[in-house]
């Protein structure tokens, strides 16, 4: 089946920083879209991107969907305490609003 | 006002034992959807309802059953649980079946003992 892989799998960064994490699968996606986790809390969307090389923003948070479509990116520039969580990818092939999830990326910051 | 919402929040049971968590959400959406995060806290999707039709199976066990009584509510029920099924069970939903963009209750953590 399909696969979303996540990396890194963890980051401990210190306030203030910037932080690059991605995903990339097997197959080809649709849609691509990002969320964010904190403890003992459902995902919450951060941003959705719909076409192939489209580089959407959300605050200090910049997503790119991947050119070849099997890949994207997620971008935190000057990183706060509250950014702290468990960031995941998804991905929607198109037949179905199935959802298929990255392994996700912990992020620890520090002051 | 809570948009997803999902009853208990924590739910320890025996194994053996048969049980039910419950998901309303406010909005307006047509499609609902269970998924299930592992102790890895991987998700991946177990069931979806679009207007209280069954439309994913994810190749689940058969003591799950979900059971819709309108397109504002997705019901789990489990039978025979077993510490396997330890896990955080989210609802979610979307606006139409179509759609992609997922809002996630707060999730139900289940334990087997």
């Known amino acids: 089946g399909q696969q979303l892989n996540q990396s890194p799998q963890s980051m401990f960064i210190q306030e203030g920083e910037d932080v690059s994490m991605n995903c990339t699968s097997s197959s080809i996606f649709n849609t691509w879209l990002w969320y964010k986790q904190d403890p003992g809390e459902g995902p919450v969307l951060l941003i959705a991107l719909y076409k192939a090389g489209e580089l959407t923003s959300n605050g200090r948070l910049t997503a790119q969907f991947g050119i070849t479509r099997k890949d994207s990116f997620l971008n935190i520039s000057a990183s706060i305490p509250s950014d702290v969580g468990i960031y995941f990818c998804a991905g929607n092939t198109g037949t179905a609003s199935k959802l298929t999830f990255g392994t996700g990326t912990r992020l620890q910051v520090t002051l | 006002d809570t948009a997803v919402s999902q009853t208990p929040k924590y739910l320890v049971t025996q194994m053996g034992n048969d049980k039910s968590i419950k998901c309303e959400q406010n909005?307006?959406?047509?499609?609902m959807y269970w998924y299930k995060q592992d102790s890895k806290k991987f998700l991946k999707i177990m069931f979806s309802?679009?207007?209280?039709?069954?439309?994913i199976n994810e190749t689940v066990p058969n003591r799950f059953s979900p059971k819709s009584p309108d397109k504002a509510h997705l019901n789990l029920h489990i039978n025979s649980l077993e510490l396997g099924d330890s896990a955080v069970y989210f609802c979610?939903?979307?606006?139409?079946?179509?759609?992609?963009?997922?809002?996630f209750g707060q999730g139900t953590r289940l334990t087997v003992v």
């Open positions: 309802y679009n207007n209280k039709e069954l439309i």
């Open positions: 909005l307006g959406h047509d499609t």
């Open positions: 979610a939903s979307t606006q139409m079946t179509t759609n992609t963009e997922a809002f």
